[in-house]
């Protein structure tokens, strides 16, 4: 195999009308193939006529904004639950938008509100009768007659959203000043359709010199709803996954000549809980996703071939408005992409990207975003930031995910010119770039090797949700640290739904189930472990062999004398409080870390496990349960044999690499495969293996800011190699 050239190509490079000298610098210096703009910026003929392919960003629902002025009613729209009121007389009313951003929201008031609207008393649960309240349009109100003092009243109505979720944002975090304030057009309507296509066949025709329309994304938004205190409450429900936006009386009415029933605002609104994806979804809710992505697919498909027919490529931005798209689908195919492109900012968020079917080009879109703050609203590259160092950080935790799974392409975006002031951010990105095109030669060449079992992660969502929960990381849910370890381990992880599980039972080569989050999430399951199968299956395969394990509330779905539905295989249950009456087994308890078991053989000596939010109130069955960690007399890390199989349960779970070698070891023992562990295995936990076997090469990576020496079991399990690796380093040696 000839030399792979790492100082060129597999880059996309935000350019900057204004600071061309500056963009055809970085272009060479970085190896860009191709330069794009992005939101806010654009392309000068020096740039675009350069010689480089162009990408060209595009928002179609935020495209038409003269004519969505003039068409309010062609805005997107959804339900929301106006805040509680308590009644304190036989009358009650109701300010519909009051604790909501006015600038982002105004009442639909045309659209029939006895058909589409619902009152709650939500201290009994039952609806109002509508012929006890009524709506004032003008004020903006709904009055409810004989309401009882004490209880709670709420409202669900339909609400157009006035601006657009990302311009909103861009706007208040990053002052975007006098800029227009965008809204997104509803894709359903007809007249839309038609508005929509006739603009993006001008706009291909008017871009001659753009090879790759980047569709940002398709045509609705995440769920984002804004308090009027946007300091304080900016975000009064937010999630990633969630399909409250593209809810309107046409879709509803063609969804129930679809499905042959009707929904009501409940089932999106679920008393202010909405339909988050931490939780889990009704099989009404579900249906409803697929009629939406059904829509998104059909509409998306015209956009597409007309860009096609144009002659050049179409790529999708997962993030923003990805509803509807669901690049895991078995059917995202049906599109006809050219790529896919995800911002990343860790590693799960990189497998995520990598798992799409259906494109040819998987790119990432890295951090930091060249804007002057952070998401977060931290400094960047502005006074007080460190984008240097935010670039390493982000870039060692997706590399882990990098080296794991092929990815085709990296790239940045934004405002170019703000790196201007960082020639160590300049340089950094050279050293990305060319570690990159490395990395991507070695999977050219073959898989990187796993372990000699796979993983399944049990969930509600399944495939569905693969490598993510609901969004970029937040530290705190366990399911998501959960995945960032496992998304730079050598481990062969597929993602499965209860409903898949019931069907055809756990998938052939799977020799470990892990199941974990808080009581009633998607993540443990919620309601779906109220299927006796699910618990049938589980515990039979498990007696023949198969390994557990449970992490935070895993099976939770309470019964009387019972919380996890798993208890009799994990060796332990949960008190709630229930059990003031009940005797409890004494387990030994351990002192400090029992560092001789094989799960816990990299934890130092005497360190207290740090497994971020724990569950409280754990009581082991009997002597078959070993506590190897405990706090306050409750077990936090145990092992358990059951049948010819195993389980191992953690109480939380945190990412650090200290858990990720921990949770490592903790499957190859629950899969009975603590003989094969070590091959291929970096000793030091800062630092992790990977072996390509077609192309002969060891990658070993620094994870820590700090330099690292480790030692790395070869494929004989005996052989070692002794490896040096500077702070954020990488080594690639020939084994």
Known sequence: MDSPDLSFGDFTLPGEAGHEQLTLRLAQQWGADTIRDSDGTQ??????????????????????????????DQLQQNFLMSFPVVAEKTQTTITLLAGYFTEQFSVNAKASPKRWWQVFDRTTGAEVPKARWRFNAPKGT??????????????NFLAFRLWEEISMYNHLTNHWGDREHLAAVDPMQPATQKVLLTFLARWLTEHPDTNVVRFTSMFYNFAWFWGADHQRLRDVYSDWGDYAMTVSPRALVAFEKHAGYALCSEDFVHGGLYNSTHNAPSRRYRDYMAFVHDFVIKFGRQCIDLVHRHGKKAYVFYDDHWIGVEPTSPRFREFGFDGLIKCVFNAFEVRLCAHARGVATHELRLHPY????????????KAGGNPTLDAKNFWIDARRGIVRAPIDRIGLGGYLSLVEPFPDFQQYITEVAREFRLLKSLHARGRPWTAPFKVAVLTAWGDLRAWTCSGHFTAGVQLYDVLESLAGLALDVQFISFDDLVAQGVPAG??????????????????CWADPR??????????????VVGIGEPSAWPQPGRQFRLASVFGLDRDRGERLANG????????????????????????????????DGLFVLGAGTQVLAENNGSPRLTTHAFGRGRSVYLSGFKFTYNNTRLLHRALFWAASREDQWGVWQSENVRTEATWFAKAQKLVVLNNAGSPQHTVVTLADGSSRQKVALKAHGIAVLDV
């Open 142 to 155: 709904v009055t409810i007659e004989r309401t009882q003092a004490g209880h709670t009243y709420t409202v």
């Open 584 to 615: 409890k087994f004494k387990f030994t308890k351990p002192a400090g870390i029992i560092g001789t078991h094989f799960i816990t053989t990299d934890t130092p000596v005497g360190t207290a496990l740090d497994l971020g939010h724990d569950t």
């Open 534 to 547: 699910v618990e049938a299956i589980l515990t039979h395969w498990v007696q023949r062999g198969g390994g």
């Open 510 to 527: 799977v020799e470990v189930v892990i199941n974990g989050g808080r009581a009633g999430s998607a993540w443990s399951g919620g309601h």
């Open 370 to 381: 060249l804007f002057p703050t952070g998401l977060k609203g931290e400094p960047t590259f």
């Open 43 to 72: 392309l000068s003929p020096a740039i675009v006529q350069s010689g480089h392919a162009i990408y060209s960003t595009l928002c179609l629902v935020r495209s038409v904004q003269p004519w969505a002025r003039e068409h309010r």
